[in-house]
């Protein structure tokens, strides 16, 4: 049985963390689908130790969640390893360190991806962390800052601390900081370490868009799971495929029109609960590009969704695309 410490998985997809998308309404589809654990969006250090920054819903998780890791992400150590308490407090089951985000607002305040450059520095967020929360803490990094020699053994280095201080467990993202998203994942570097190091537990991730090809990539690297980010955007069915798969089962079925209108509707209904209005809207349209993706008719949907900024007008186009009988 997969666990990332204390932590019990049933099966070895997890959602991955993405800012601005892994909100409370995105996980709980995910866990209805079978997904086992989920992240938090990447959550800033700092913010947690405001306290009225803190009392917004946003940082909070909820009782039907659980097990649930909180990602936090900063440039002191130290002030990592107060976060990691304060969102533990909160209730998060697991406490997983950013060191892989390429964003450039966060690169530029040394942050995220570009500690990969200080292994000494992660080192001992890491071990500050560990000795501050009585939950698993695991790590995100990704395969180099770039594709140097110097970035290459910063890696590795980084691997050993984290093989040699006990991490729970490591997801791994198959490119270079630099790369961003740009270019394919190199998953043969996710297969190297797990060689290596093949006591620790090892999350990949990197282009997994369709059930197929995650479990080719677990197969093939052989590592223990995997983290899908972008595929799981307006796409909770990938979960219930890959289990579907892993356990020897044909894919199931394609949601139906009707039942893809039904799953867009109730999620577009929670995020209208936390950000009500044309906010909502504006915020769902970038759900509704992965939803459109199992549309037959996805270019001349698309244009129609983007104009529209009335809720009520929108769930009306839902209804209209997806040939669902509703009234609202």
Request: charged share 25%.
């Amino acid at each position: 049985m997969l666990k990332i410490g204390s932590i019990q998985l049933e099966n070895p997809f997890l959602q991955a963390a993405l800012s601005g998308y892994t909100d409370y309404p995105m996980r709980i589809l995910a866990r209805r689908f079978g997904c086992p654990l989920t992240f938090t969006g990447v959550m800033l250090d700092r913010i947690s130790l405001h306290p009225k920054a803190i009392k917004q819903s946003k940082f909070h998780c909820r009782d039907d969640e659980h097990p649930i890791a909180a990602q936090i992400f900063g440039d002191d150590p130290k002030v990592i390893a107060q976060s990691a308490v304060a969102f533990r407090q909160l209730g998060y089951d697991i406490i997983d360190l950013n060191f892989a985000c390429p964003v450039p607002k966060v690169l530029r305040r040394e942050r995220g991806g570009w500690l990969l450059r200080k292994p000494d520095l992660i080192r001992e967020a890491f071990q500050r962390t560990r000795d501050a929360v009585d939950c698993p803490v695991m790590m995100k990094l990704r395969i180099g800052f770039d594709n140097g020699d110097a970035a290459k053994e910063d890696f590795w280095q980084i691997i050993e601390n984290a093989s040699a201080d006990g991490v729970d467990a490591l997801g791994i993202h198959g490119r270079t900081v630099e790369q961003k998203y740009k270019g394919k994942a190199d998953w043969s570097v996710l297969t190297e370490v797990k060689k290596k190091f093949p006591h620790l537990t090892i999350f990949g991730s990197g282009d997994l868009m369709d059930a197929n090809t995650v479990m080719q990539r677990l197969r093939e690297s052989g590592v223990d799971g995997v983290l899908i980010a972008r595929g799981a955007v307006g796409n909770p069915w990938i979960f219930s495929e890959c289990i579907a798969l892993w356990q020897s089962q044909p894919l199931p079925e394609p949601p139906s029109l009707a039942q893809q209108a039904q799953i867009m509707l109730e999620h577009f209904e929670m995020i209208q609960k936390q950000r009500p209005g044309r906010r909502g809207v504006s915020f769902f349209r970038k759900f509704m590009i992965g939803y459109l993706r199992r549309h037959p008719q996805r270019k001349k949907a698309l244009p129609d969704f983007m104009k529209v900024k009335d809720p009520l007008l929108f769930k009306q186009l839902i209804a209209s695309w997806y040939d669902v009988k509703t009234s609202f």
